[in-house]
């Protein structure tokens, strides 16, 4: 029962704080779309991701995350569209607090140097659910024959609350050949879920902020060995997370590399050893196994992440229009 809630205090409480952030995933170069909106259509062509995580694998409750997007390109207008659907799971039997959000986005395109400036903005619809029978507290009463069930905690709800609200996010994002440079905002209207058990008050969602780069160096002058470093900055202001990596492809075809993530520059949550493939034209898989070397290390097995990405490779719709120039003479 201690175990249980532990696990409550940790989930809830903690997803209040520091959980405000983003879901955690360590693909995000495959993905950057998930941190910034401005990125939808910058792949050229219709781009779908399906992302799965499990964290902290061996720890009662750990977070299961799944995400799935799709966005491209309206050459007509110079813009891009996007939609993710994102569900987040944690606690006993993984539906004990369950997050789920929809983003449905827009950005528009202006041609800069030999790359591209995206300006995007998303809407954002939020669920949360807690189930409260999912947990047992040290000075609860429970007895299946009587039907008597009360945590004797004005904390832990009885049942399932709910909670909706609503938000925007923002973003910028510049992509040319070798360079890629996003800042961007989540949330940025701070919804308050407000949960319909009056045992538990509400909760925050602070606004998050990301800058993320890369850059592609050609090794061997031909294109075939590349090095890529990346670096991803979290902050809700309150918190800081930096998140720094290596990628090397080979011939656009098999790539890997290693990341860091700390919490802060007294605090290193984990090493994450990354690996993928192109299976073909429009088909790249990845995987990440994150190797724990925070306080939590002697109590999971890791994390897991594999995502699965579709490209059309294909152009959608009209480009603009050539300007017309009349002659006067024939006005």
């Known amino acids: 029962m201690k175990k249980q809630l532990l696990l409550f205090f940790a989930l809830f409480f903690l997803g209040n704080a520091y959980g405000q952030q983003a879901v955690q995933y360590s693909l995000q170069p495959w993905n950057p779309y998930y941190y910034n909106t401005a990125y939808a259509g910058l792949d050229e062509s219709l781009s779908m991701t399906g992302q799965f995580r499990k964290q902290w694998t061996g720890f009662a409750g750990s977070p299961l995350s799944f995400n799935f997007s799709a966005h491209l390109?309206?050459?007509?207008?110079?813009?891009?569209?996007?939609?993710?659907?994102?569900?987040?799971?944690?606690?006993?039997?993984?539906?004990?607090?369950?997050?789920?959000n929809f983003r449905f986005s827009y950005n528009y395109f202006i041609d800069l140097g030999e790359g591209k400036l995206s300006i995007g903005a998303a809407f954002r619809y939020l669920q949360?659910?807690?189930?409260?029978?999912?947990?047992?507290?040290?000075?609860?009463?429970?007895?299946t024959d009587s039907g008597i069930f009360d945590h004797n905690d004005g904390i832990i709800p009885l049942g399932?609350?709910?909670?909706?609200?609503?938000?925007?996010?923002?973003?910028?994002?510049?992509?040319?050949?070798?360079?890629?440079?996003?800042?961007?905002?989540?949330y940025l209207t701070e919804p308050i879920l407000a949960l319909n058990d009056q045992a538990v008050d509400h909760e925050l969602r602070s606004r998050n902020y990301f800058l993320s780069g890369s850059y592609t160096f050609d090794l061997d002058g031909q294109g075939d060995w590349k090095l890529q470093p990346t670096v991803l900055l979290k902050t809700d202001l309150t918190k800081f997370q930096p998140e720094l990596g290596v990628l090397a492809h080979y011939q656009d075809q098999f790539y890997g590399g290693i990341n860091l993530r700390g919490y802060d520059s007294k605090s290193l949550d984990a090493v994450v050893l990354v690996m993928?493939?192109?299976?073909?034209?429009?088909?790249?898989?990845?995987?990440?196994?994150?190797?724990?070397?925070?306080?939590?290390?002697?109590?999971?097995?890791?994390?897991?992440?594999?995502?699965?990405?579709?490209?059309?490779?294909?152009?959608?719709?009209?480009?603009?229009?050539?300007?017309?120039?009349?002659?006067?003479?024939?006005?």
């Open 160 to 186: 399932v609350s709910q909670a909706q609200s609503a938000t925007a996010d923002f973003g910028i994002y510049y992509k040319n050949e070798r360079l890629q440079l996003g800042l961007s905002s989540n």
């Open 128 to 143: 949360k659910r807690v189930d409260g029978g999912a947990f047992r507290a040290p000075d609860g009463s429970y007895n």
């Open 276 to 331: 993928g493939w192109r299976l073909n034209k429009q088909l790249k898989m990845a995987y990440a196994y994150d190797l724990s070397i925070s306080g939590l290390r002697n109590f999971n097995g890791g994390s897991h992440e594999i995502m699965l990405n579709y490209n059309l490779q294909e152009p959608i719709g009209r480009e603009l229009p050539a300007k017309v120039i009349y002659n006067p003479r024939f006005l």
């Open 73 to 100: 390109p309206i050459n007509y207008i110079n813009s891009g569209v996007g939609f993710m659907v994102e569900q987040d799971y944690r606690g006993l039997d993984g539906n004990a607090y369950t997050n789920t």
